[in-house]
């Protein structure tokens, strides 16, 4: 099924209508056409484009994270080898690249792209998939929004996965673990604080 966009370049190199073309056959001029079926025959090619294109940004998602948790775990073991205990990182590195490890991995392999049609003909400010419930008072959810938070929270929690412990490693390592602790925290409430309001702005952009 070709590209949606290219239906009508298509029909017209083939000197066909774009129903002849969806259709695989000639249509007699004279006979009249149905509307439901040439609207099925429509909708059927959009699902199709829409459904492909889905499917290829799925596994572009699933590349980066699988890339993305290998990078974090290569850089856990290097602060343990620079002499940093599993027991001093559980409660902070561990915690926090594990949390966004385990949400990007959510977002990545089973959130699904596409909200029931409900969602787009009522104010709906929450969604729920699953174990995965998201609530934003101000904010609703629809087809037109819920993509761009779907991918702008996957930009969030796999670059916290990478960028957190490498702070760590910096820090750690070049200046003291003391600036670390106070830092970790500070980066902490910017990283969920940065996450919120991304999510308001661009629901609100598509809203």
């Known amino acids: 099924m070709p590209n ?6 298509i029909a017209d190199i083939l000197d066909v209508t774009v129903t002849e073309l969806l259709r695989g056959e000639k249509i007699d001029t004279q006979k009249n056409i149905d ?14 484009a829409v459904r492909n ?8 998602w699933i590349l980066a994270y699988l890339l993305c948790f ?9 602060l343990v080898v620079s002499g940093n205990s599993i027991a001093e990182m559980k409660d902070d590195i561990l915690l926090v690249t594990g949390l966004m490890l ?24 929450y969604v729920s998939q699953g174990i995965f419930r998201i609530h934003l008072v101000g904010l609703s959810f629809n087809n ?8 702008t929270l996957k930009i969030w929690t796999l670059a916290t996965v990478v960028l957190y412990p490498l702070a760590g490693i910096i820090i750690i390592n070049c200046l003291n673990i003391a600036l ?3 830092l970790s925290k500070i980066f902490l409430i910017m990283i969920l604080g940065g996450m919120v309001v991304s999510i308001y702005i661009i629901g609100k952009k598509y809203e």
């Open 4 to 9: 949606v966009v290219l239906l009508i370049p």
């Open 35 to 48: 509307t439901k079926e040439v609207e099925e025959l429509v909708v059927g090619s959009l699902d199709m």
């Open 53 to 60: 294109s889905i499917h290829q940004h799925r596994k572009n």
């Open 70 to 78: 290998l990078i974090s775990i290569t850089e856990i073991i290097m």
């Open 102 to 125: 385990l949400f990007g991995a959510w977002f990545c392999f089973f959130a699904k792209d596409i909200l029931p049609t409900y969602y787009d003909a009522n104010k709906i400010n």
């Open 144 to 151: 037109g929004n819920w993509m761009y938070i779907c991918t």
């Open 180 to 182: 670390w602790d106070i």
